[in-house]
């Protein structure tokens, strides 16, 4: 079974252009989370949805950062401009969710991360 | 609020035992998680609690204690690949947020 897939594995960018990341969870799982993880640092909630409906954004700098999960499925985490700050791994996860008969513990699973450097 | 504290480093010898402790403060509580996480690397799921008490897994355990906010993983019979991160995540009954703590990374010597 193919786990979550994140898109691109690094970016390298100039300040104040725009960047986005891509993740497919892993199939059936309806709760996608986007956590920014800093170097030594756990991992800080951005953004999760139910199915497509964004249920917690309230980490979401809204200012500069968007996401969407069209469908449910995919989404996509866009910054607009990029700050030097935002150099960071972005993580996507994905989980049943515990109200799911499959859930069993309903942890997260992780993709890779995308690797965002700005210059 | 949520608050999750974890020492920031710690080092042990390969084949020794190691007990990583983390302590939490949380508004609503759903499940205590731990994962490992290599350098460069994905966080993997390792143990989970809900209830007070030990779980083991092979060569690793957690424990928690609800009434004290508190849960430790054991890792027993190191090996050099246990090298990693280890990040404390509470789950809040509030919805499906998963809080982290920041992380203990482990160094195992020969």
């Known amino acids: 079974e193919a786990g979550v897939v994140q898109s691109p594995r690094y970016k390298i960018i100039e300040k104040k252009q725009p960047v986005a990341f891509w993740c497919n969870p892993i199939s059936g799982h309806n709760t996608l989370y986007w956590y920014l993880q800093n170097l030594g640092q756990g991992p800080e909630l951005l953004i999760r949805?139910?199915?497509?409906?964004?249920?917690?954004d309230s980490q979401l700098p809204k200012d500069r950062f968007s996401a969407e999960r069209l469908k449910g499925v995919d989404s996509t985490l866009k910054i607009q401009p990029a700050e030097l700050g935002d150099s960071a791994v972005y993580l996507c996860?994905?989980?049943f969710g515990t109200g799911h008969l499959e859930a069993n513990t309903g942890e997260l699973f992780f993709g890779e991360g995308s690797r965002l450097t700005v210059l | 609020g949520q608050n999750i504290d974890q020492p920031t480093e710690m080092t042990a010898t390969e084949g020794a035992i190691v007990q990583i402790n983390c302590t939490y403060q949380t508004s609503g509580f759903n499940g205590l998680f731990w994962y490992q996480q290599h350098a460069g690397e994905a966080p993997t799921f390792l143990s989970y609690n809900v209830l007070d008490g030990l779980e083991e897994k092979g060569r690793f355990s957690s424990f928690l204690s609800r009434s004290k906010g508190y849960s430790y993983l054991l890792l027993k019979e190191l090996q050099m690949k246990d090298s990693a991160s280890y990040l404390c995540?509470?789950?809040?009954?509030?919805?499906?947020?998963?809080?982290f703590g920041p992380g203990t990374r482990l160094s195992v010597l020969p």
């Open positions: 949805y139910e199915n497509e409906e964004a249920v917690d």
């Open positions: 995540a509470v789950r809040s009954n509030y919805g499906q947020n998963f809080v």
């Open positions: 996860a994905s989980s």
